[in-house]
C-alpha cells in the first residue's frame, strides 16, 4: 500500500510541476496606444511611438491588417491600439487598429 501511495504522489507531483511550468511560459499579453511612427510590408512590422514615448516594433500577421497598411487605411502618424503577445522574441500582434474605431 505504502509503494502505491508513493507513486500515486510521485504522479501528481510531476503533473503539478508540469502545470506550473505551462503557466510560467504563457505568452505576455500587452496593450498599447500611440501613433504609427513606420510601416515595413515588406517585413511585415510597424513601429508604435506609445504615448509614454517608447518605440515598439509589431510584427502583424495578419492578411486584414496587412491590407489596410498596403492601401493606407492605416499609415504613418495614425493613432491606433495595439494588443500583442511576445512569442519567439516579437511582438506579434493580436489587434491593430486606428483608435477611431475605423
Known sequence: ???????????????????LTGIAMAE????????????????????????????????VEDEETLNKFKDGRISTDDDVKVKYVIKDGKNVATYFKKAAGC
Do not use: Q
Open 1 to 19: 500500500m505504502k509503494t502505491s501511495r508513493a507513486i500515486i504522489l510521485t504522479v501528481l507531483a510531476i503533473f503539478c510541476l508540469a502545470l
Open 28 to 59: 505576455e499579453k500587452v496593450s498599447i496606444k500611440g501613433k504609427v511612427k513606420s510601416i515595413n510590408v515588406d517585413a511585415k512590422t510597424a513601429v508604435v511611438a506609445t504615448e509614454d514615448g517608447k518605440d515598439v516594433t509589431i510584427t
